[in-house]
Nanobody, 125 residues
Framework: QVQLVESGGGLVQAGGSLRISCAASGRTFSRYIMGWFRQAPGKEREFVCA????????VYADSVKGRFTISRDNAKNTVYLQMNSLKFEDTAVYFC??????????????????WGQGTQVTVSS
C-alpha cells in the first residue's frame, strides 16, 4: 500500500502560478502510476493529469494542457503539479492518486486505488 499527502494549495490570483506536491510513503513509489484529479463544489471528481512510473509518459486533460505540468521525483517519493496561467475555473480541491495497474490515460477516478486527502486551490478572479 501507499499513503499520499498533498501540500502546497492556497489562494492565487487569476493568471498566477502555484505548485502543489504529493508525498508518498513506502519504498515502492517508483512502481506506481501517479495522477492528479480535482473536484469543484457540486461537481464530480475529474481527471487532471497522470504520469507513468518512470516519468516518460504524461497525459493531460484538455482543460489544462499547456498550462499544467506534472512531474515526479522517485528519489523523493514525490509527485508535483505545476500550475501556470491559473483560471477561476481551476478552483477545486486537488487530489493525488496512485495505482499499480491503470493506464496513464485512465480518467475514471473509480479505477485508481489510492488517494490523498486533497489540497484546496482557490483562484480569485
Amino acid at each position: 500500500q501507499v499513503q499520499l499527502v498533498e501540500s502546497g494549495g492556497g489562494l492565487v490570483q487569476a493568471g498566477g502560478s502555484l505548485r502543489i506536491s504529493c508525498a508518498a510513503s513506502g519504498r515502492t513509489f517508483s512502481r506506481y502510476i501517479m495522477g492528479w484529479f480535482r473536484q469543484a463544489p457540486g461537481k464530480e471528481r475529474e481527471f487532471v493529469c497522470a504520469i507513468s512510473q518512470s516519468g516518460g509518459k504524461v497525459v493531460y486533460a484538455d482543460s489544462v494542457k499547456g498550462r499544467f505540468t506534472i512531474s515526479r521525483d522517485n528519489a523523493k517519493n514525490t509527485v508535483y503539479l505545476q500550475m501556470n496561467s491559473l483560471k477561476f475555473e481551476d478552483t477545486a480541491v486537488y487530489f493525488c492518486a496512485a495505482d499499480l495497474q491503470v493506464g496513464v490515460a485512465t480518467e475514471s477516478p473509480l479505477l485508481w486505488d489510492y488517494w490523498g486527502q486533497g489540497t484546496q486551490v482557490t483562484v480569485s478572479s
